[in-house]
């Protein structure tokens, strides 16, 4: 196995990883996208074992530390704005692989959510696990009390009464922007409905693993369609796969993923 460090450009920032891959010949690579403030080597340094131990079975593995993280430049603008250091890594793994090289994109909790929104970030595969479903990042629209209570405003000062009885109001465009006003904003589609939609968008295999004692994975299946038949639960486990079980359950599922299955 060989372990290369290395960097490349996404917006004007230089983006620091590390490559792992077989001395022989790849069977296919598998990119892991880090999620909040984490690590490339990730938690209790469970990616760089994972990537380590892909890499003496053939698979190439390249994670990397996202914009404002780690060793890399720029500012961490959250999970919503990973979408182009997703690209960039893909980018950085496709040019360090022969042509035609079979990748998966994995990605744990908000990092789950980046390859979602970004309809899988030209990967081949996802292996997405514990996905973060918690909105808190758009604007509430102004309610009909706040409306109301504006325009109620309006009315009691006699400068503006006056305006309107003397003629110097558009009524006609005074009634328009009522009558807009009135209208109810239509709501920007949840987090989870823009997740819905990213994984419409891609049309390669999809694995969406849980951990059934983590409160994110509990979180996002009661947001989900429990039917769906890309769910897997691995039974006693907890958000970072950290269980010796867990870890060989999560390695199983990346290496199918891998394989083409």
């Known amino acids: 196995m060989a372990r290369q460090f290395l960097s490349f450009?996404?917006?004007?920032?230089?983006?620091a990883a590390t490559l792992d891959r077989p001395e022989g010949a790849v069977k296919a690579g598998l990119l892991i996208v880090t999620g909040g403030n984490e690590l490339r080597s990730g938690a209790f340094n469970g990616q760089a074992q994972l990537a380590d131990?892909?890499?003496?079975?053939?698979?190439?593995?390249?994670?990397?530390?996202?914009?404002?993280?780690?060793?890399?430049?720029?500012?961490?603008?959250?999970f919503r704005s990973a979408l182009p250091d997703i690209a960039a890594a893909m980018q950085a793994l496709r040019s360090a692989l022969p042509d035609g090289t079979r990748i998966i994109a994995h990605g744990n909790?908000?990092?789950?959510?980046?390859?979602?929104?970004?309809?899988?970030?030209?990967a081949d595969g996802l292996v997405l696990s514990n996905p973060w479903p918690h909105e808190g990042e758009e604007a509430a629209a102004p309610s009909v009390a706040v409306l109301r209570s504006h325009y109620r405003q309006r009315?009691?000062?006699?400068?503006?009464?006056?305006?309107?009885?003397?003629?110097?109001?558009?009524?006609?465009?005074?009634?328009?922007?009522?009558?807009?006003a009135?209208?109810?904003?239509?709501?920007?589609?949840?987090?989870?409905?823009?997740?819905?939609?990213?994984?419409?968008?891609?049309?390669?295999?999809?694995?969406?693993?849980?951990?059934?004692?983590?409160?994110?994975?509990?979180?996002?299946?009661?947001?989900?369609?429990?039917?769906?038949?890309?769910?897997?639960?691995?039974?006693?486990?907890?958000?970072?796969?950290?269980?010796?079980?867990?870890?060989?359950?999560?390695?199983?599922?990346?290496?199918?993923?891998?394989?083409?299955?």
């Open 9 to 15: 450009p996404c917006e004007g920032a230089m983006l």
């Open 53 to 78: 131990a892909l890499a003496q079975a053939g698979y190439a593995v390249l994670r990397y530390d996202r914009r404002g993280v780690g060793d890399s430049e720029g500012e961490n603008g959250g």
């Open 109 to 122: 909790c908000d990092a789950a959510t980046s390859l979602m929104l970004a309809a899988g970030g030209g």
């Open 155 to 180: 009315l009691m000062n006699w400068g503006a009464i006056k305006r309107l009885l003397t003629g110097q109001v558009n009524l006609s465009k005074l009634l328009a922007s009522l009558m807009s």
């Open 182 to 261: 009135a209208k109810p904003t239509p709501a920007p589609p949840s987090l989870v409905a823009q997740m819905r939609q990213g994984l419409e968008q891609f049309d390669g295999p999809v694995r969406i693993l849980l951990a059934q004692r983590d409160a994110t994975a509990q979180a996002f299946l009661g947001l989900w369609d429990k039917q769906d038949q890309r769910l897997n639960t691995c039974p006693d486990a907890t958000h970072a796969f950290v269980e010796s079980h867990a870890r060989i359950w999560l390695t199983e599922h990346l290496i199918a993923a891998l394989d083409g299955g």
